[in-house]
């Protein structure tokens, strides 16, 4: 039986992988790519995270910074979503997703340390929104911080951490297009739900 505690972090954890999906959808709709491209982003950003089901509640929702070993065991969670998924019957490459969407463009980020054409394209749009998410989102040991400082941090990782034509779609839809934060409720892919509904 979940603690109130965990409760609350499988909440906070449905709702963030909604809203980075609903923006890696956006993302990848801006720039144009294949239907099956779209829904694999798509179905990736709703579990991306997923290997943080395996983590303690309470290191999830610690006030004060994370110690070496705890810092640690949160890097392990791509690795544990690709291990909790691998064998489950998708229609889209998603494992590939949840293990890689910590990686960076410059080779800097875990578990593999991947760079440039290595990070799959549906990856490279999941990490930006992801980013977007977790900078404009309350969290546990910070404050959420506006669009445009978000915008910031992705034009300063533009072309070394962050894809440059994902970070320059990211920006359109907020500045050009006027989408706002919080997102609005978008609906499920049809093939997406119909997935869900059969598992």
């Known amino acids: 039986m979940y603690s109130p505690v965990s409760a609350l972090r499988l909440e906070s954890s449905v709702r963030l992988q909604a809203a980075v999906a609903n923006l ?11 239907d099956d491209q779209v829904e694999t982003i798509y179905a990736a950003g709703r579990l991306h995270d997923i290997g943080e089901l395996s983590l303690p509640a ?64 549906a990856t490279r749009v999941v990490a930006v929104a992801d980013v977007v998410v977790a900078i404009c989102s309350d969290r ?22 962050y894809d440059g034509d994902v970070v320059d779609a990211c920006n359109d839809l907020f500045v050009q297009d006027g989408l706002g934060w919080p ?14 509904n059969q598992l």
């Not at 890696?24 to 294949?34: D, G, H, P, V, W």
Request: one cysteine or more.
């Open 24 to 34: 890696a959808y956006r993302i990848a709709q801006k720039m144009n790519l294949s």
């Open 140 to 161: 546990p040991h910070k404050k959420a911080r506006s669009v445009e400082f978000a915008l910031g941090e992705l034009e300063r990782g533009r072309t070394t951490l």
């Open 183 to 196: 997102l609005g409720e978008q609906p499920q892919p049809p093939v997406f739900s119909e997935w869900v």
């Open 58 to 121: 309470t290191m999830l929702m610690k006030q004060s910074r994370l110690t070496k070993p705890e810092y640690m065991r949160v890097r392990d969670h791509c690795r544990v979503g690709y291990d909790m998924i691998r064998d489950v019957s998708c229609p889209w490459p998603i494992g590939e997703v949840v293990l890689q969407h910590h990686e960076r463009l410059d080779g800097s980020g875990y578990p593999e340390g991947l760079k440039g054409s290595e990070i799959s394209i």
